[in-house]
């Protein structure tokens, strides 16, 4: 079966300071990634997704996301976090029909 | 477009108590599917449709029940509730082109059991 590991479960960061946030997958012929954000209290909105391609995907909100099939991850950064940007973030894989398996989530606290 | 709505928003059940959470997508997506949301543990499937009349199970679908009779509704009943049911629930919707695979979340619904 497909899954997804995040690490970190906490990542604190500065404003205007740069951000990754790590999401691994496990190994499969085709694979769909994603990154969701959840706003405290609110649904998942996608942030980005990588179906095929080049390999630097750019999402909403100034994130991008590296595949790097090699290496089994798509990273998630940004050069420069806002304290907007604090929020729950959920990388997922797509196992069929539309089907997604979720990491456990990496809260990105800023602070001014 | 409304996009994906659930409803109540919140919901305390006592155990043994039966529910149903609504779920409505005004988006004419074929695909719904039915996530409950824990600490630590992310989103997991719980049930997920592929059309009207069309259901199928994820990776936690006990106790628990849907139907799908039409394109726009997908209702999750909880059967006889119980205090592991308390989650945050989210519905979610999506086409079926290969191009797009992006899936609308609905805002949630926190339910608790006692």
């Known amino acids: 079966a497909q899954s997804v590991t995040q690490l970190d479960s906490q990542v604190p960061v500065f404003e205007e300071a740069p951000v990754e946030l790590r999401c691994n997958y496990s190994s499969s012929v085709s694979v769909y990634l994603f990154w969701y954000v959840q706003y405290p209290n609110q649904g998942l909105q996608l942030l980005l997704k990588?179906?095929?391609?080049?390999?630097l995907v750019k999402g909403i909100n100034g994130f991008e996301a590296e595949f790097n099939k090699s290496q089994t991850s798509f990273h998630l950064r940004k050069p420069s976090v806002h304290i907007s940007d604090t929020a729950e973030y959920f990388c997922?894989?797509?196992?069929?029909?539309?089907?997604?398996?979720f990491g456990t989530g990496t809260r990105l606290l800023v602070s001014p | 477009n409304a996009g994906v709505t659930q409803t109540p928003k919140f919901q305390v059940l006592k155990t043994g108590q039966s529910m149903t959470l609504q779920c409505a997508q005004d988006m004419n997506h074929e695909y719904m599917s039915w996530y409950r949301q824990d600490p630590g543990m992310g989103l997991r499937l719980i049930h997920y449709?592929?059309?009207?009349?069309?259901?199928d199970q994820g990776e936690v679908p006990n106790g628990y029940n849907v139907s799908r009779s039409t394109t726009e509704d997908f209702p999750l009943r909880l059967l006889s509730a119980a205090p592991s049911q308390t989650s945050v629930y989210f519905c979610a919707s999506s086409y079926s082109g290969l191009e797009n695979y992006e899936q609308y979340f609905g805002p949630g619904t926190r339910l608790t059991v006692t």
């Open positions: 997922a894989v797509n196992t069929g029909f539309q089907k997604l398996v």
């Open positions: 990588y179906l095929s391609g080049s390999t």
């Open positions: 449709s592929v059309g009207a009349g069309i259901t």
